[in-house]
């Protein structure tokens, strides 16, 4: 699934890095403790997650991400999004609770980090 196909289905808006197009995300990992993020391979994984700050985008470039869903309406600030664009990361961001968007993607197809 595209990352345009990602943020419509959870009415988010892609802020960040501009979009990769080609790029498909097939799994998805939602938490809000970065430690667990830093577990796993995230090869093309989507990390769903209500933690709005820029530990979010270091943990995300060190783990390789290229997408991150924020949910609960929150607002990335200005220092977030300039590190998302040096990192090469988009980021949609949604008004949705992250256990809404963990359920219409998994509904969607999407599959589970494991």
Do not use: H, W
């Not at 197009?21 to 093309?44: C, H, N, P, Q, T």
């Not at 290229?66 to 600030?77: E, F, H, S, T, Y």
């Amino acid at each position: 699934m595209t990352i345009k196909e990602i943020a419509e289905l959870v009415d988010g808006e892609i802020v960040g890095a501009p979009c990769d197009d080609g790029y498909e995300v097939i799994k998805a990992f939602s938490s809000d403790l970065m430690s667990d993020v830093l577990r796993f391979s995230m090869d093309e994984t989507v990390l769903i997650t209500g933690l709005c700050n820029n530990q979010t985008m270091r943990t995300a470039e060190m783990a390789d991400l290229r997408v991150v869903l924020i949910g609960r309406d929150k607002q990335p600030d200005e220092e977030m999004l300039e590190l998302a664009v040096d990192s090469d990361i988009t980021i949609i961001k949604s008004k949705y609770s992250i256990f809404k968007i963990s359920g219409i993607l998994y509904d969607a197809g999407i599959k589970p980090l494991y």
